[in-house]
């Protein structure tokens, strides 16, 4: 006997996006990537100090120095201000977003770190009211007054775009290490592929301070990168520099 089948429909494509993932994506792709024009190559948070001082001088040294920057220093307490600065920009409190912006601009531990966090902040604001505007972000921006600092900028202009704080998250950490990374091989000098080799050891301890920042209050703030700190400090005297800091 003679059997016949119907084709089936085509199934559904499940590995697509949705819009508003694509959306969200393609935002954070561009805002983070280094073409963004924030100046963010212009600042090495003070690595360009501990090169010279000999205490950055090969892809192992980079790597432990970063580890101490991201899990203990400037990466966890930036990633809170960034995610209590999105919950406040999410919820419109304009109240609790001026305080954690002042808060946030208070905690720079020198001159030099508050010029490269300062300045990229209010880069990054002007060109998202530039290019990327969205209703309800010029009101939540006045609520900070001037106080924008970069990751708090960062969490609000994510939070107007309907962006979730994970990814954001996720993706600005790996920003803010790759610069890290990207002025280290500069001045060591390393080569590119041991600079993707030291972003690779790190991509672990990028994850878990994203989720310690979290899940952390602003009560858990707290540095105890004492050689980052001075290193930051005594850039601003450094006779021989690439780097504003």
Same mark, same amino acid.
């Given at each position: 006997?003679?059997?016949?089948?119907?084709?089936?429909?085509?199934?559904?494509?499940?590995?697509?996006?949705?819009?508003?993932?694509a959306?969200?994506?393609?935002?954070?792709?561009?805002?983070?990537?280094?073409?963004?024009?924030?100046?963010?190559f212009?600042?090495?948070?003070?690595?360009?100090?501990?090169?010279?001082?000999?205490?950055?001088?090969?892809?192992?040294?980079?790597?432990?120095?970063?580890?101490?920057?991201?899990?203990?220093?400037?990466?966890?307490?930036?990633?809170?201000?960034?995610?209590?600065?999105?919950?406040?920009?999410?919820?419109?409190?304009?109240?609790?977003?001026?305080?954690?912006?002042?808060?946030?601009?208070?905690?720079?531990?020198s001159?030099?770190?508050?010029?490269?966090?300062?300045?990229?902040?209010?880069?990054?604001?002007?060109?998202?009211?530039?290019?990327?505007?969205?209703?309800?972000?010029?009101?939540?921006?006045?609520?900070? $007054?001037?106080?924008? #600092?970069?990751?708090?900028?960062?969490?609000? %202009?994510? +939070?107007?775009?309907?962006?979730? @704080? !994970?990814? =954001?998250?996720?993706?600005?950490?790996?920003?803010?290490?790759?610069?890290?990374?990207?002025?280290?091989?500069?001045?060591?000098?390393?080569?590119?592929? $041991?600079?993707?080799? #030291?972003?690779?050891?790190?991509?672990?301890? %990028?994850? +878990?301070?994203?989720?310690?920042? @979290? !899940?952390? =209050?602003?009560?858990d703030?707290?540095?105890a990168?004492?050689?980052?700190?001075?290193?930051?400090?005594?850039?601003?005297?450094?006779?021989?520099?690439?780097?504003?800091?």
């Amino acid at each position: 006997m003679l059997m016949t089948t119907s084709k089936p429909p085509p199934p559904e494509d499940r590995d697509a996006m949705a819009e508003s993932e694509a959306s969200a994506l393609y935002r954070l792709m561009t805002w983070l990537s280094p073409s963004f024009p924030v100046g963010a190559f212009s600042y090495s948070s003070g690595i360009e100090w501990a090169v010279e001082a000999g205490d950055i001088v090969d892809a192992a040294s980079l790597r432990d120095w970063l580890s101490a920057m991201l899990a203990d220093g400037p990466g966890f307490c930036d990633g809170v201000f960034l995610a209590h600065a999105h919950r406040a920009a999410s919820s419109r409190d304009g109240a609790a977003l001026r305080d954690i912006a002042e808060l946030a601009a208070a905690f720079v531990p020198s001159r030099e770190r508050q010029l490269e966090t300062s300045s990229q902040g209010r880069a990054f604001i002007d060109i998202a009211r530039s290019a990327w505007n969205r209703d309800g972000l010029d009101p939540m921006i006045a609520s900070c $007054e001037d106080a924008i #600092v970069y990751p708090v900028a960062v969490g609000l %202009v994510s +939070a107007a775009h309907a962006i979730p @704080l !994970a990814s =954001t998250m996720h993706a600005f950490l790996h920003a803010v290490t790759s610069n890290w990374i990207s002025a280290g091989a500069r001045l060591v000098p390393l080569g590119q592929t $041991e600079s993707q080799r #030291v972003l690779a050891m790190l991509e672990p301890i %990028v994850a +878990a301070t994203g989720h310690r920042a @979290l !899940a952390a =209050t602003l009560d858990d703030l707290g540095s105890a990168t004492f050689r980052a700190d001075l290193a930051g400090m005594r850039h601003e005297t450094q006779y021989t520099r690439l780097f504003r800091s």
